[in-house]
């Protein structure tokens, strides 16, 4: 079974900080996917990476794939307040659908 | 363009008892998917429907079930509830099935007493 692991499961850091989670899976995927979630709320999706070496910046938030390694990072630049929230990422097979497997998550709070 | 609608957003319901669930996707979106979150199991797939098939199905026992309809909405059923089925539960609407991206409802907090 596919397994994806996240680390830090928790993370506290100051306002301005820089800090990376990384996101580690068992088996071959194409695609990575990174999401958030505030307390009580959905999913809101961030980032798809479809290809190795594909990497997408939104605003503080950067996130890469390397399919060769099986890693996938969310790089937080200069953190603030409002990107505290529990991140997580996931990817999904060829040919199985829109069957996502889920990390464990990260729960980020930023302390101003 | 609106999105993905889960109703109710919250449920309790009794032992033994059996719930149903729904999500309308977006407009557009032919395929389901439904999620389990539990503090101590995270995000577990349950199954995905397209075009009022089911097209995967993850490990949960066969007191969950669900359908799709011709206008792409889905619903989602548990039957016999347990204690263990309190839960949140996530809809993922695609526009289509296999490595599309998903966007997710504001989901169903289930709790069984």
């Known amino acids: 079974e596919l397994k994806v692991e996240q680390n830090p499961l928790f993370l506290s850091m100051q306002e301005g900080k820089n800090y990376t989670i990384y996101c580690n899976y068992s088996t071959t995927s194409d695609r990575l996917y990174w999401y958030r979630q505030d307390p009580g709320k959905s999913l809101e999706s961030l980032f798809v990476l479809l290809s190795n070496g594909a990497v997408k910046q939104e605003g503080r938030l950067m996130a890469s794939l390397d399919t060769k390694a099986r890693l996938s990072t969310l790089h937080i630049t200069a953190a603030v307040h409002d990107l505290s929230a529990t991140y997580f990422c996931?990817?999904?097979?060829?040919?199985?659908?829109?069957?996502?497997?889920f990390g464990t998550g990260t729960s980020l709070t930023v302390i101003p | 363009k609106a999105g993905v609608t889960q109703t109710p957003r919250y449920l309790i319901k009794t032992r033994g008892q059996q719930v149903t669930l729904s999500c309308s996707p977006i407009?557009?979106?032919?395929?389901v998917s439904w999620y389990q979150q539990t503090p101590g199991q995270g995000l577990q797939f349950l199954f995905e429907?397209?075009?009022?098939?089911?097209?995967n199905k993850g490990n949960f026992p066969g007191r969950f079930s669900g359908r799709q309809f011709s206008n792409s909405r889905s619903e989602m059923n548990v039957s016999t509830l347990e204690l263990g089925d309190s839960a949140l539960y996530l809809c993922?609407?695609?526009?289509?099935?296999?490595?599309?991206?998903?966007?997710f409802g504001q989901g169903t907090r289930l709790t069984v007493v």
């Open positions: 407009s557009g979106h032919r395929s």
């Open positions: 996931a990817v999904d097979r060829r040919n199985t659908g829109n069957q996502f497997y």
């Open positions: 429907y397209f075009s009022e098939t089911q097209r």
């Open positions: 993922a609407s695609s526009l289509w099935t296999g490595n599309t991206e998903a966007f």
